[in-house]
T-cell receptor, first 114, second 112 residues
Framework: KAGVTQTPRYLIKTRGQQVTLSCSPI?????VSWYQQTPGQGLQFLFE???????NKGNFPGRFSGRQFSNSRSEMNVSTLELGDSALYLC?????????????FGQGTRLTVV | SQQGEEDPQALSIQEGENATMNCSYK?????LQWYRQNSGRGLVHLIL?????REKHSGRLRVTLDTSKKSSSLLITASRAADTASYFC????????????FGSGTQLTVLP
């Protein structure tokens, strides 16, 4: 069974630009969550999607948004990029019910804003 | 925000020794998961322990959970150089089971 796939693996963007990251979950998983990892703040929750609906959102500005498609693939978008948005962005895939299932992560997208 | 703290922040041991990492958290949880991360790459899922479980094993890994003390420990037995990585605990809370709150991580170095 294929794991969680994130594309692209690396991105370099300029301040003020926008960026879209993609995540394909494990087949059969309906929940996709996004996390930001930085040296200063560690791993922080961005949002979670289930069946194309955002179920939960972390404490990030509105420049961070996401969506999920009917095949459970998800994208996150960051508009008006700032230097502080440089980070490793990770998505996690899980079955998504209210049960106690594991969350599996992709390799991440390393975003550098210059 | 970080729910928990891992202890120690860094640990250096010789190959063959056991490594123990601890995680504390603040709120009630429904499960706790441990992950490994190599050099800024993705997180590898190691083990999940539910709030009604006290101990769980997987290969060379042993995880304990003490909900009364809001703490968990990860023991890696007979460590190998390949175990060198950062280890994180992540908690899922009731009502927001899909939102994981991560600790700050323990950097484990296993010397050959």
């Amino acid at each position: 069974k294929a794991g969680v796939t994130q594309t692209p693996r690396y991105l370099i963007k300029t301040r003020g630009q926008q960026v879209t990251l993609s995540c394909s979950p494990i087949s059969g998983h309906r929940s996709v969550s996004w996390y930001q990892q930085t040296p200063g703040q560690g791993l922080q929750f961005l949002f979670e999607y289930f069946s194309e609906t955002q179920r939960n959102k972390g404490n990030f500005p509105g420049r961070f948004s996401g969506r999920q498609f009917s095949n459970s693939r998800s994208e996150m978008n960051v508009s008006t990029l700032e230097l502080g948005d440089s980070a490793l962005y990770l998505c996690a895939s899980s079955l998504g019910g209210q049960g106690l299932d594991e969350a599996f992560f992709g390799q991440g997208t390393r975003l550098t804003v210059v | 925000s970080q729910q928990g703290e891992e202890d120690p922040q860094a640990l250096s041991i010789q190959e063959g020794e056991n490594a123990t990492m601890n995680c504390s958290y603040k709120t009630s949880i429904n499960n706790l998961q441990w992950y490994r991360q190599n050099s800024g790459r993705g997180l590898v899922h190691l083990i999940l322990i539910r709030s009604n479980e006290r101990e769980k094993h997987s290969g060379r890994l042993r995880v304990t959970l003490d909900t009364s003390k809001k703490s968990s420990s990860l023991l890696i037995t007979a460590s190998r150089a390949a175990d060198t990585a950062s280890y994180f605990c992540a908690t899922g809370s009731f009502g927001s089971a899909r939102q994981l709150t991560f600790g700050s991580g323990t950097q484990l170095t296993v010397l050959p």
